[in-house]
């Protein structure tokens, strides 16, 4: 346990989590290893784990009739994957799919939202990190969206 | 050629022309005698015989001035009657013109190349560079962004480059499930690299849009804006700082730049009505 409370607090996401605070949500998280090709999410499915990736890269990608799987995004290292656990009705957006070995920590996320229901310093902690990384891929994907290398 | 006669486009013949993308290629001009001598991040000025002119970076080797090299996206009237030409045609040049990139002054620290689309163009001299004096420089980064897969330029010698010491990162705005790298926005990647913000030396081209938010991410990383430079794009007429319309506030791009530091364009980056 010590060893993973330590991977918690130097993962980007924890960085600077107190020590009591990465013991109190230690409980929850595994150190999990993931094969190319594995899926660490699955669209339509209950959003039941929440990932800090370690190693690899995870595309996140969407079916689309007539077209086949698109990839809108990849994550790697130092990256949270999975934000549907945190917004009812808790059910995963895409796919999550593994494009190179991963390493992840994985949060079961109904022990989790216990955990932060619990401890209302620690759940806006948490939450404050969550807003600023979704912040960051919303200005990630905006400039997707820009479509800045078409003909102008 | 450009300090005795400015005005007068000298005519060269296509040696070679290669299709880079569904609407980019390149050209090879082979000028004869001393070459044409150019530093990394130079444009000359290239003449459709009878349509007119455009401005087009030089994207080949500055240690050999013998062969000249440009990238051009096909993309407007001159581009476009530049891009129905065969080998054998002939176009008219004048140039080189403009700032370069500050290669010099990356020697014995860390270069960081973000390039963007077309971008990588410009900035492929910088690489060459790099490459032919590489003991100089200590860490060399390439983060280049591109639409698609399908989209990336140089895509042979993006994997040369990465087996000659360079850390080449590619990163696409969309791809199915065949791309194996990254899916996102290039400034994405300066989020992540390695870099040592006081010996760092950024050089950063692409769309104007992905250039801002390439220098944010850079400041967030702490790399100073003196120590980032940029590649103006401005509609380029005269070429030599006369006839204003590349004008950027107080700035010429076709004289000043197109190479210019952040903090010199600071306060009029952001600016829209700029």
Same mark, same amino acid.
């Given at each position: 346990?010590?060893?993973?409370?330590?991977?918690?607090?130097?993962?980007?996401?924890?960085?600077?989590?107190?020590?009591?605070?990465?013991?109190?949500?230690v409980s929850c998280a595994r150190n999990l290893h993931y094969a190319t090709g594995d899926f660490l999410l699955h669209e339509g499915t209950d959003a039941t784990a929440f990932y800090l990736l370690r190693r690899g890269r995870v595309a996140l990608e969407i079916h689309v009739p007539g077209r086949g799987t698109v990839e809108m995004e990849s994550l790697g290292p130092g990256d949270v994957l999975g934000l549907s656990w945190f917004i009812p009705p808790y059910r995963e957006q895409l796919d999550a799919r593994a494009v190179e070995p991963v390493v992840a920590i994985a949060f079961d996320c109904q022990c989790l939202r216990d955990k932060l229901d619990a401890d209302h310093d620690l759940g806006y902690a948490l939450a404050r990190r969550l807003f600023e990384h979704a912040y960051h891929r919303l200005e990630r994907v905006?400039?997707?969206?820009?479509?800045?290398?078409?003909?102008? | 050629m450009s300090a005795s006669d400015p005005w007068t486009p000298?005519?060269?013949?296509?040696?070679?022309?290669?299709?880079?993308?569904?609407?980019?290629?390149?050209?090879?001009?082979?000028?004869g005698?001393?070459?044409?001598?150019?530093?990394?991040?130079?444009?000359?000025?290239i003449y459709a015989f009878g349509v007119g002119e455009a401005a087009i970076s030089i994207s080949g080797d500055p240690t050999r001035p013998g062969t000249l090299v440009h990238t051009i996206r096909d993309v407007g009237t001159v581009t476009h009657a530049i891009a129905r030409l065969e080998v054998g045609a002939a176009v008219g040049i004048r140039g080189?013109?403009?700032?370069a990139w500050p290669v010099a002054r990356a020697r014995g620290g860390d270069v960081l190349i973000v390039a963007g689309g077309l971008g990588l163009a410009p900035l492929r001299p910088v690489i060459y560079d790099v490459l032919a004096r590489r003991a100089d420089f200590a860490r060399a980064t390439l983060l280049y962004g591109a639409r698609s897969p399908t989209e990336l330029l140089y895509t042979r010698e993006l994997e040369a480059w990465r087996s000659s010491g360079i850390e080449v990162d590619v990163v696409v705005d969309h791809a199915g499930a065949d791309w194996l790298g990254p899916v996102g926005a290039v400034p994405s990647l300066i989020h992540d690299v390695v870099l040592d913000p006081s010996r760092t030396i950024a050089m950063v081209c692409g769309p104007e849009v992905?250039?801002?938010?390439?220098?944010?991410?850079?400041?967030?990383?702490? &790399?100073?804006? /003196?120590?980032?430079h940029v590649s103006l794009e401005r509609n380029m007429k005269c070429a030599v700082g006369l006839c204003g319309h590349c004008q950027y506030r107080?700035?010429? &791009?076709?004289? /000043?730049?197109?190479?210019?530091?952040a903090d010199r364009i600071a306060t009029i980056f952001d600016r829209r009505e700029i």
């Open positions: 346990m010590e060893g993973l409370e330590r991977i918690l607090r130097e993962h980007d996401f924890l960085k600077d989590l107190s020590l009591e605070q990465a013991r109190f949500l905006r400039l997707q969206r820009l479509d800045l290398y078409g003909v102008q | 000298r005519p060269l013949v296509i040696a070679e022309r290669t299709r880079e993308t569904a609407d980019t290629f390149t050209l090879r001009f082979e000028p005698g001393d070459g044409i001598r150019f530093a990394p991040g130079q444009f000359n000025m080189p013109y403009g700032s992905m250039m801002r938010f390439s220098v944010r991410a850079l400041a967030a990383r702490g &790399v100073a804006a /003196d120590r980032v107080e700035t010429f &791009v076709c004289k /000043d730049g197109p190479v210019v530091s």
